[in-house]
């Protein structure tokens, strides 16, 4: 099967080279390609050039992209997709006054989803969690990671895992999934958090292993939540299981859960409101990528994580939605990439390879997928003509996004 798209105004995040993630200053590099074409074989980008210089091609189908631009699609690292029903009474609640911890401290919060979810059937949850699937898709979200930790039971947890690995089988979606029993302890074990930490490791852990049912274990380290040690036994364990950490860290303190991550290879350590000079040069060389989910930021009025500084560092970072019902309701990526550019001060450039490349990166997935590079996946969209690259992050809540390619074949179109 073979699909040309023709008349392209701009390709946009080419990558010639076979970098994994992209760093420091070289994250302000977006390579880009005028009035093109290209072609996709079997799914994956096989050719593309000037569409002054298009011979004969014999394609299955044309699509004329009518002067847009062409972006690969955004590959989004951290999101809690699959959750029953909403929060917004706490939205109010934090409205007239109260904090995010105050609400978790007086059992609302992730306790709240956890007793939601419990009472929903699999397939309910499984088709509550499609409907935000549909939704990013034609936003343009073509790969993405989805935690459990709203099962907080070794029963429910494997629920919550289960729809997602049902996502995964039925979605057009590129789709990883995270453990993450360590998001809060569960109402039962309260004032017994050794145990539950325990019940993870001993009982939790080996069952979802089992099953194979998740790539990736979470911990939310921070104040209020798990400990450094905590996390590390939990790291230790997921280890021996084959599965790498995704950590929660420096959300509401300076945790130490972007030291314990680094330690433990884990494949990012997320959230990083709070950073100090010490967290930026643990990164330095290491394997985990620092993401930003600054739209949680955004919600709960917390202060951003210090990017600029980051960048400036040498380190690469991804950008990821959080999408979740107590602190991001919204898995728009481009409210993401703009939120990047207008409150940390990324370049539109910038933000672009964080929510790509390295947000494939956090995911493992960037041998595939994250890039317009040959051989990779054909997971990309076409965007209505723009005058430039940055009017995508500029115009942010115009409607631009005009088709949507995954894994070669079109899944929408606007
Ligand atoms: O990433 N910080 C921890 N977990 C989520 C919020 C979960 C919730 O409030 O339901 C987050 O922000
Ligand atoms: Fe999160």
């Known amino acids: 099967m073979k699909l040309l798209v023709t008349n392209i105004g701009r390709i946009v995040g080419i ?159 590129e789709v990883r999934a995270t453990f993450l029993g360590a998001h809060a302890v569960a109402r039962a074990y309260r004032g017994r958090q050794g145990e539950y930490v325990d ?56 945790s130490g859960g972007v030291q314990v991550g680094v330690e433990y290879d884990a494949l990012s350590v997320d959230h990083l409101e709070r950073m100090g000079a010490e967290e930026i040069e643990a990164l330095h060389g290491a394997v985990t990528m620092p993401t930003l989910l600054p739209g949680a930021a955004f919600f709960l009025g917390m202060s951003y994580p210090p990017a600029r500084a980051m960048i400036e560092a040498g380190l690469g970072v991804a950008l990821a939605s959080d999408y979740n019902p107590g602190s991001s309701p919204s898995g728009n990526m481009r409210m993401v990439v703009a939120l990047a550019s207008i409150r940390m001060k990324m370049t539109p450039a910038e933000a672009i390879n964080a929510a ?22 054909a997971n990309f969209f076409i965007t209505n003509p723009m005058p430039s690259v940055e009017f995508f992050s500029y115009a942010y809540q115009t409607p631009l996004i005009r088709q949507v390619f995954l894994k070669g074949g079109l899944i929408s179109r606007f």
């Open 15 to 173: 990558d010639s080279t076979d970098r994994l993630r992209v760093c420091g200053a070289e994250m302000n590099r977006l390579e880009t390609f005028t009035d093109a074409w290209l072609l996709v074989d079997n799914g994956r980008f096989a050719a593309f050039g000037r569409m002054e210089e298009l011979g004969e091609i014999a394609a299955d189908r044309v699509v004329d992209a009518e002067g847009g631009m062409l972006f690969p699609s955004f590959c989004d690292s951290h999101t809690h997709l699959v959750y029953a029903g909403s929060r917004e009474r706490e939205f109010l609640d934090k409205i007239n006054g109260l904090s995010y911890e105050e609400i978790a401290r007086r059992g609302g919060g992730i306790l709240n989803s956890a007793d939601l979810l419990h009472e929903t059937s699999e397939d309910n949850l499984y088709l509550q969690a499609m409907e935000r699937v549909r939704e990013i898709t034609a936003m343009g979200t073509g790969c993405v990671e989805i935690k459990s930790g709203y099962g907080l039971s070794t029963e429910d947890e494997l629920k919550m895992l289960r729809v997602i690995r049902r996502i995964r089988e039925t979605s057009p979606l």
């Open 356 to 377: 790509t490349l390295n947000g494939a990166y956090a995911m493992g997935l960037s041998h595939d997928y994250g890039s317009i590079t040959l051989g990779k996946v």
């Open 199 to 254: 019940l993870i490791c001993r009982e939790m852990l080996p069952a979802v292993a089992a099953e194979g049912l998740a790539d990736f274990v979470d911990v939310f380290c921070d104040e209020g939540f798990f400990t450094v040690e905590e996390t590390a036994c939990i790291l230790r364990a997921g280890r021996k299981l084959g599965l790498r950490g995704k950590i929660h860290a420096n959300e509401l303190a300076v």
